[in-house]
């Protein structure tokens, strides 16, 4: 019987969770060239690990997910999930986690989507979502 220790089990992770980040990284490049083109490569990568660990808090694990949450976070801003219409469809625990970023996708008005882009200017990224001080 085969016996995967615990350091061994998260070196595995870690190795999955860069080379996830390094594909969202290339797919970043080639689908928002105009928010990626002031970034090297070591920012992006950065940027790309702070939007996965966004993504995850509201479950996502698809790659194509955490590839759009992110991309959401450079097209829109990087504190897009702390308005309040947005943050409730991606909260809504009745669905599952892509489905809740499609309906965010498909359902969020231009309004709301104008809004979180102001909110965001100037916003460092973090890596988890403020729990206070939500716009909307």
């Known amino acids: 019987m085969l016996t995967v220790r615990q350091p061994q089990l998260e ?3 870690a190795a999955v969770d860069r080379a996830v980040g390094e594909r969202v990284a290339r797919h970043l ?3 928002c060239p105009r928010q990626t083109e002031g970034l090297d490569d070591v920012r992006l ?6 939007g996965l660990g966004r993504a995850r808090f509201y479950g996502l694990t698809a790659e194509i997910d955490l590839a759009t949450f992110v991309g959401l976070m450079l ?6 999930d702390e ?8 909260r809504d625990t009745r669905k599952t986690a892509g489905v ?10 231009r309004r709301i989507w104008d809004e979180a882009s102001r909110a965001a200017r ?5 890596a988890t ?5 939500m716009v909307g």
Do not use: M
């Not at 990568?45 to 702070?50: I, N, P, T």
């Not at 809740?100 to 008005?109: A, D, G, N, S």
């Open 45 to 50: 990568r950065e940027r790309v690990e702070v």
């Open 11 to 13: 070196a595995l992770e």
């Open 122 to 126: 100037g916003k460092p990224w973090r």
């Open 83 to 90: 308005h309040r219409w947005i943050r409730r469809v991606l």
């Open 29 to 31: 490049r080639v689908r």
């Open 129 to 133: 979502p403020a729990r206070v001080g």
């Open 100 to 109: 809740r970023l499609e309906e965010v996708i498909r359902c969020t008005p």
């Open 75 to 80: 097209v829109i801003g990087s504190t897009f």
